[in-house]
């Protein structure tokens, strides 16, 4: 049995989610190395963190956050409320972070 628990989910220009539920699949990028006077971390530069959770309701919550370690710039957030599947792929879209989110959800995304 799953072990629920309470998660918060911040977004950019709009309300956070809050929910019950489990963190069911999750992916990330890595820094990229940086060169410019602009940049302040010690190896990084931007990378992508996808997460994906299922509500003890059965809905799915979105989450992606873009981190970034340039000077002027700061984290993106954003979020979404699904009923299923297609709203979830509508989100996070197709591309190779997306499809590695998809695989360790179990989540089949092909078209007939």
């Not at 299923?84 to 997306?98: E, P, R, S």
Request: hydrophobic residues 30%; positive net charge; proline residues 3%.
């Amino acid at each position: 049995m799953p072990i629920m628990e309470t998660y918060t989910i911040k977004r950019d220009n709009e309300r956070a989610i809050k929910f019950t539920g489990e963190k069911i699949a999750g992916t990330s990028s890595s820094p990229d190395r940086a060169m410019g006077s602009n940049y302040i971390g010690p190896v990084g530069g931007r990378w992508t963190e996808l997460r994906l959770y299922r509500t003890k309701d059965r809905k799915y919550i979105c989450e992606e956050v873009g981190h970034t370690q340039w000077r002027g710039e700061r984290d993106r957030r954003s979020g979404a409320v699904c009923d299923d599947v297609n709203c979830v792929t509508k989100f996070f879209g197709h591309g190779w972070l997306a499809n590695a989110l998809y695989a360790n959800a179990k989540i089949e995304d092909s078209v007939d």
